[in-house]
């Protein structure tokens, strides 16, 4: 018989699987050519152009560059993924023809004739019991998918059997081999480009649906082995084995995991994951909810400053649209440096333009007093802004659900910066400013802690969860606190208080609105809310906020570092400025400093401030 498509047993017996392969390896230089153009153009002509050069003719070649650069990158995704879609064809090839030779050298052992359709001759054999002759011989035709002949319809012939078994094995894979090229040819038929390459949003929109077709194809070739469930050294140790050409592979198809992975060198995460930004960039370009949307503008707005370049250098440690959206971004080579202090954040344009600033804030200040620094600014779980709104409107804010689920990714990625890290002692810092020092707390309160950090720093803090600084895994001597007296956060009332004063507002209220209307409702509530939160107040402990024991109060036990106390949200119109600048050293020049000094490990030089 023939497979599917006229595909004969010979013909894949045949086939040259290395030949496809030789194939993947052109495609693949043609990637690489692609990948060392584009770089030269980031790494060296734009930054010369940029840093020398100024004026209308500058502004113009750096557009066009970054216009080529933009192509380039096209060229090296689509021809990576050209050269993995050929390699898994051949290996899934490879495997199939080795079933079918094994079934014809039976065959051959056994004296049985493979016809040109696939059916299987065999001779005369064994004898009639009655008449002592041999049984007649025949032909077995094979079936791809299970099947027994009714009784009565088999033949005696002891090798009748035999046939039939070798004929369904050449049926089957004669069917695999057809299956894989229907699978492989649909998708290489994607992978095409318009003449006259000019890459566009459209495109890269369609290059992310190429990736996602060639992950799902190639799953066996090459994603399973990821190791997934290993240690971050352990999954350093399995990336250092692998070959030249197998790390190259990994980077064009599989940029999401690699580039997210825990454990993986910086400057190959850093690579991967620009690459996935502009897949994810195309991607939700093509989509219109507000949620994209806003993920989009963080995501532009990261690959701006990406381009721009510039010192300290930036190294993107992982990206992607899970969720609230994931960004990891570090000042500085993480792995080289011996100062690496990490803050957690939020996903939009916010942490482009200002969470990133803190991270390089921290960096340079740190640097004055130990040059080998790198910060970086994490995001890898869904973390609601804390604003004063998000405090009455969202849920999220109010339970420790995120901050428990973000406590482990952050563990994990830290456990990474300690495995990559090349220095022998390298002072690794965790900050949590916000929300995202409840995630700090969570994960340092998890058993082993957080892997190779040193010292923890929590700013504008609502809690952390712990009763004590001794909580933390890092003795009370090493976790630091800064709390602006006029930053709200840092004041949030107690579970308890909030709720009695949720009550007292609706109780107050109903009574308000019988006596006195609207007008009367409005003033009931809030008489309501005001002796519920005092009746409240009496039976809570004093050094309690929302998350647990202040971090700022003596009951804690941390180290309370000097911070400018910051405008009043009402009397001063501050809003909540006092907030936000904590990593600042313009707002706030001595919180800065302080901060610089415990991430260059210089804790004993901090000015203090008296706990609450």
Known sequence: MSGGGGLTWAQLRDVRCAELEDAADGWGRASNRADAARDRIDRQLLAGLTATQEGEAARAAVGRLRALGRNLSYIYTECGLVRTTLNSLAQDLRGTQRRLRDALDEAAGLKLTVRADGSVSYPEAGEDPLTKEKLRGGTA??????????????????????????????????SEAAEIDARYAGTLRRLTAQEGLHVTDAMWTDANADAAAVRALTADYLRDAIPHDATPAQRLAWWQGLTVEQREEYLAVHPDLIGNLDGIPAPVRDAANRDNLALLMGKLAGAEDDRSRTMLAGLRSIDEQLRVGGHPPMFLLGVGDEGNGRAIVSYGNPDTARNVPGLGTGLDEAFAENDLKRARDTLLGAAEYDASTASI????????????????????????????????????????????????????????HSYGSLTVGQAA?????????????????PGTGADSADDLGVGRAHVYVGAAENDPVTRTPAKGEAQGMGMGALGGASVGAALGGPVGAAVGGAGGATMAYFAQDAQTEESEIW??????????????????????????????????????????????????????????LVTGQDRR
Do not use: C
């Not at 319809?153 to 089957?172: C, G, H, M, W, Y």
């Not at 009455?392 to 994990?412: H, K, L, P, R």
């Not at 309160?445 to 803090?461: A, C, F, M, T």
């Open 141 to 174: 035709t094979g079936h791809a998918y299970l099947y027994s002949a009714p009784p009565g319809f088999t033949s005696p012939n002891p090798l009748a059997a035999k046939a039939q078994a070798v004929a369904d094995r050449i049926a089957r894979a004669l």
């Open 377 to 432: 600014v994490w995001l890898g779980y869904d973390a609601p802004q804390l604003s004063m709104d998000d405090i009455t409107e969202n849920a999220d804010v109010m339970f420790t659900d995120n901050a428990e689920a973000g406590a482990s990714a952050y563990g994990d990625f830290m456990a990474g910066i300690a495995a990559t890290n090349e220095n022998d002692d390298p002072h690794l810092t965790a900050m949590g």
């Open 445 to 461: 309160q998890r058993e082993g802690g957080i892997p190779g950090v040193d010292d923890i720093v929590l700013v504008g803090s």
């Open 547 to 604: 998350f647990g024991t202040d971090p700022a109060h003596e009951d804690f036990g941390a180290r309370r570092f000097r911070v400018d106390e910051g405008r009043r949200p009402v009397m001063d119109l501050g809003g909540v400025d006092a907030h936000s600048n904590y990593f600042d050293p313009d707002k706030d020049e001595e919180s800065a400093d302080n901060i610089a000094l415990i991430v260059a490990e210089r804790g004993g």
